[in-house]
């Protein structure tokens, strides 16, 4: 039992950490387009999506990588978890406003695919928390 | 557990620094210069022919008075439409849904790469602030 968990623990490891070093790496180069990208959600001060534009990629790529440490775990699923959520808020937030735009997710997107992006977000938060509880540590009884 | 978001943050921010110094695709902040928002439309003259890049049922649900469909999808089939409105003394203004929208970029790009119109503007507004 416990073999299991600890596979089905490291598979969805691997899954989480795997879309997150694959989105940071897939922005890191075009911190232009992620720039525009931002912008385009129309929601954040100029600076502010330009200081994300450089700053998320390489963000994402550290979170994965800590998600495949044994020390870096419990913070990189928090970050994972809170990056996730902030995500739904705004993908929701420009389909709330009608934009027609891309969500920025892996770099040069399609754009409206707003439901897809959401499903994908929360199936990664779900992921997130399964990590944790199968990382659990036991509650031994000395009874 | 504060110690892990500080490293993390700290790794992190590096590496931006690093990526903004030598990354030469800095972001561009501002328009560049075909690109025109709604209140610069008039400086373009009146000789002007709007196409419309989104897909032909956007098109059909509402569009800029005057404008030819030309959409990404159906270029090739949609090409004839806009050759027989425009002439060479106009210029042409390509829209999309927002200023976020990129297939108005694209459709400029393949008017003077694959028809040789060097006059084509980007409007980068959302469609329904154009005024003449």
Known sequence: ME????VISWLLRIILAGVLIYAGCAKIARPDEFFADISNYRVFPVWTAYAAAYFMPPFEIVVGIFLLTRRGLDAGLIAS???MAVFIILISSAWARGLDISCGCFGNGGTGQYFEAIVRDLALILCAAAIHVLNKPHKKSYE | MLKKFIIMAAV???AAFGNF????????????EDEIEATQIQ?????LLAV???????FEKGHVEGAVNLSEASFDSQLGGFLDAWTPDMAVLVYCSSS????????ADRLRNECG???VYIFKDDWTKWKR
């Open chain 1, 3 to 6: 073999t299991l968990k600890t």
């Open chain 1, 81 to 83: 978890a809170a990056m």
């Open chain 2, 12 to 14: 992190s921010a590096c």
């Open chain 2, 21 to 32: 110094m030598i990354n030469p695709n800095a972001p561009r902040i501002g328009l560049l």
């Open chain 2, 43 to 47: 400086s373009l003259g009146k000789n």
């Open chain 2, 52 to 58: 419309d890049a989104r897909s032909p049922a956007e």
């Open chain 2, 100 to 107: 976020g929208c990129n297939s108005s970029r694209h459709i």
């Open chain 2, 117 to 119: 119109i060097e006059n």
